[in-house]
């Protein structure tokens, strides 16, 4: 496993996005502070403008599954 995460990475991000917020429901965050939630993780990588909904919405979504197991 790599330290580093970007944007492409879905299932780690939402990982450590569980980790980091885990009474966090990721159905009632806004987009803009995902997006910012997710550039303030340990080991992102990721251009902060490469994101778009389409990237955010299956993050949260994958959230939602780390979260529901």
Same mark, same amino acid.
């Given at each position: ?12 991000? &939402? ?6 917020? %885990? ?5 009632? /965050? ?6 910012? !939630?997710?550039? &303030? ?6 251009? %902060? ?5 389409? /990237? ?6 994958? !959230? ?6």
């Amino acid at each position: 496993m790599s330290d580093t995460v970007d944007w492409s990475d879905f299932n780690e991000v &939402a990982y450590r996005l569980h980790e980091s917020r %885990p009474q966090t429901d990721p159905l009632t /965050v806004r987009f803009t502070d995902l997006h910012d !939630w997710i550039c &303030a993780l340990d080991g992102f990588v990721g251009d %902060p403008k490469a994101s778009n909904e389409k /990237v955010l919405e299956a993050i949260q979504m994958a !959230w939602l599954d780390e979260r529901e197991d």
